[in-house]
């Protein structure tokens, strides 16, 4: 079963995250990770520009744009991104609003779905990004996943994570690293989603 891995990041922290839920994945024998990606809306020029912004699609440049068909093909789907003015990024908003055929198919009813989110500071709306993308997901019919508690390093996390969904702290310029209990919760996010996908499969 593939778990499709569909995120948006401007700088690299939300792919970095991407590839720790893949790693969560590919400890549930019989599932595979599917890493994807969505278009940029920020103008080439803009980030010929800048020199964060050229570092951040450096790292992303060999990941291929998600289709239908890797959502059709998916027993599973997380969802990530950045946050933006406390909502989810308009990137990954524009690839769920091209999924109408699927919703007109009924293509993602019953299949579960989570989100992670990087911000840059601790109280940037970690919760409220994922709580923006909740009905889209309710309105295409898949079955929304978290994190439970048995997940230890939500009590100790000093940076993002929550019942919610996983989360990462950025810091103010984007270059802070995923820590310990950030990369944990990914992980044990990443298993959860193929474990449920499986089980709603059989
Ligand atoms: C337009 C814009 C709005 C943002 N809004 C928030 C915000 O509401 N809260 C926050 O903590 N960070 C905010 N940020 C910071 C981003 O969330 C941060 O750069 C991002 O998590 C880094 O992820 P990435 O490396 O995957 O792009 C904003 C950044 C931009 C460009």
């Known amino acids: 079963m593939k778990v499709l891995i569909v995120y948006y990041s401007t700088f690299g922290n939300t792919y970095k995250m991407a590839l720790e839920v893949a790693e969560g994945v590919k400890a549930v024998p019989g599932t595979i990770p599917v890493i994807r990606t969505v278009p940029e809306l920020i103008p080439e020029e803009i980030i010929q520009s800048r020199e964060d912004l050229r570092r951040g699609k450096e790292l992303q440049k060999d990941v291929p744009l998600v289709t ?21 990024s308009a990137q990954l908003k524009n690839q769920i609003d091209r999924l109408s055929p699927l919703w007109q198919e009924g293509a993602l009813e019953g299949k579960p779905a989570g989100i992670f989110v990087s911000t840059a500071t601790l109280h940037g709306g970690q919760e409220m990004t994922i709580f923006s993308l909740l ?43 995923l820590d310990s209990d ?3 919760i990914l992980r044990a996010f990443g298993k959860r989603l193929a474990e449920i996908g499986l089980k709603l499969m059989k």
């Not at 068909?69 to 946050?83: C, K, Q, S, Y």
């Not at 295409?140 to 009590?155: A, D, E, Q, T």
């Open 135 to 177: 009905p889209s997901l309710l309105h295409l019919g898949m079955i929304f996943v978290g994190v439970p508690y048995s997940v230890r390093n939500l009590f100790t996390t000093k940076g993002g994570g929550s019942p919610y969904g996983p989360g990462h702290v950025a810091g103010d310029n984007s270059q802070r690293e």
């Open 182 to 184: 950030e990369i944990a």
């Open 68 to 88: 239908l068909d890797d959502f059709r093909e998916a027993g599973a789907v997380a969802f990530g991104t950045p946050t933006r003015f406390g909502a989810v």
